[in-house]
């Protein structure tokens, strides 16, 4: 094969892999709780702790209680949340607009809650890395210095979200054309991790924390899912991830 045919090659399995289907890398990233991971928060070495999906995921015995996240690995969180707008815990709370959020967050963003609300055990999983790990409600698995069998909770700092979210972007909120200069759901949305239109960017269609967080999206800041390495530019540049939804 001559030379420039291989740069060709070459150049279109750059575009292929490089431009149009940009790759979530969780891997080395603080999502990445493997006792390799990229942040300070996780496992212990040894225990099989060189895998990563397992602390939120597992391929059996996974808690169907808990619809927020597919195949999830972790209990579901007990403690009551206060929502945005809300005047105390437990209760709707409602937008300048008057859009009422739910009671208490739906399960795709309780899922996020379970690691980030500072009650929950990060490391509290149902099927522990390895074979034979299974205990029914989940168990706390090494991490740092927390041994096994106690539970080590979001450390206070912007990454713990806590069970207050009156001063959060509202989650668990019915997306209101119009509402706050919302724009039309069938608006294309380019550069997203999984979506092409606003409407891919709600979950039951509510705006949750996976509306503007891929939780395996490693390579773009704050796990953001405007794309960083699709777009070439920082995820939220010029606040591109708030004037997707909102015309302002
Ligand atoms: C920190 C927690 C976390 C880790 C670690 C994690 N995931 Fe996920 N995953 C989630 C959440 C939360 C969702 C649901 C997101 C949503 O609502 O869009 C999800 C959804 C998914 C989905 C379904 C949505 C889709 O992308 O099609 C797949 C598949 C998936 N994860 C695979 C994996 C694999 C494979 C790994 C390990 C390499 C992994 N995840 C690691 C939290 C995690
Ligand atoms: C299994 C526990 C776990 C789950 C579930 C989880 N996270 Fe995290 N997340 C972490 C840890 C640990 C960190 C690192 C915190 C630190 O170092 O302060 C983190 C960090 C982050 C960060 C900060 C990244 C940075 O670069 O500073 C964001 C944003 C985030 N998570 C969003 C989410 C969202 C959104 C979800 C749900 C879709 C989610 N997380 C689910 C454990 C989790
Ligand atoms: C409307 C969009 C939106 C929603 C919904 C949202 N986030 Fe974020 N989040 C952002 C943006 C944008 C940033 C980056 C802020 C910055 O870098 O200053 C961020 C940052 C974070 C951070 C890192 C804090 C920091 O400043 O480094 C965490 C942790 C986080 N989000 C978790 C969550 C969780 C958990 C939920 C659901 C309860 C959620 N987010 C819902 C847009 C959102
Ligand atoms: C996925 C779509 C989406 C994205 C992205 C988004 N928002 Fe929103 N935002 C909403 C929805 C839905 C509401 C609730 C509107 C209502 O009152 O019905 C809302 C409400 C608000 C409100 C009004 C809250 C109130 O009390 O009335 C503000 C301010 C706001 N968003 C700012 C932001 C900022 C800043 C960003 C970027 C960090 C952002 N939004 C990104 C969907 C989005």
Redo the contacts with the bound molecule.
């Keep these: 094969m001559r030379m420039n045919q291989l740069a060709k090659i070459a150049a279109a399995a750059l575009l292929t892999f490089g431009v149009t289907s940009a790759m979530a890398v969780i891997t080395g990233s603080k999502h990445d709780l493997s006792a390799t991971g990229g942040g300070t928060i996780k496992a212990n070495a040894g225990q099989n702790n060189d895998e990563i999906c397992v602390y939120c995921h597992t391929p059996h015995a996974s808690n169907t209680d808990f619809t927020g996240a597919p195949l999830w690995n972790k209990a579901t969180p007990s403690g009551t949340f206060t929502m945005y707008g809300a005047t105390s815990a437990g209760v709707a709370g409602t937008t300048i607009a008057g859009t009422a959020t739910d009671t208490a ?1 739906s399960a795709p ?1 309780l899922a ?2 379970s690691c ?1 609300d500072g009650v929950s055990a990060i490391n509290s999983i149902v099927n522990a890395p390895g074979s034979g790990g299974y205990v029914a409600g989940g168990q706390n698995v090494a991490f740092g210095s927390t041994a096994a069998g106690t539970a080590f909770t979001m450390p206070a700092g ?2 713990q ?1 806590g069970t207050d ?1 009156t001063n ?2 509202p ?1 668990s909120i019915t997306y209101v054309e119009g509402a706050a200069s919302l724009k039309p759901t069938t608006t294309a949305v380019t550069g997203w991790s999984g979506a092409s239109t606003i409407a891919d960017l709600l979950r039951n269609g509510k ?3 996976a ?3 891929d939780p395996h999206l490693g390579e773009s ?2 796990f ?1 899912r405007r794309n960083a390495a699709t777009v070439g530019e920082a995820s ?1 540049k010029g606040s591109a ?1 708030c004037l997707t939804c909102h015309d302002k």
Excluded: M, R
Aim: glycine residues 0%.
């Design positions: 967050p963003s996020c809650l980030h912007v990454t979200i979210l959060d972007h989650v705006v949750e924390c509306s503007c967080h800041d704050t953001l939220n991830v």
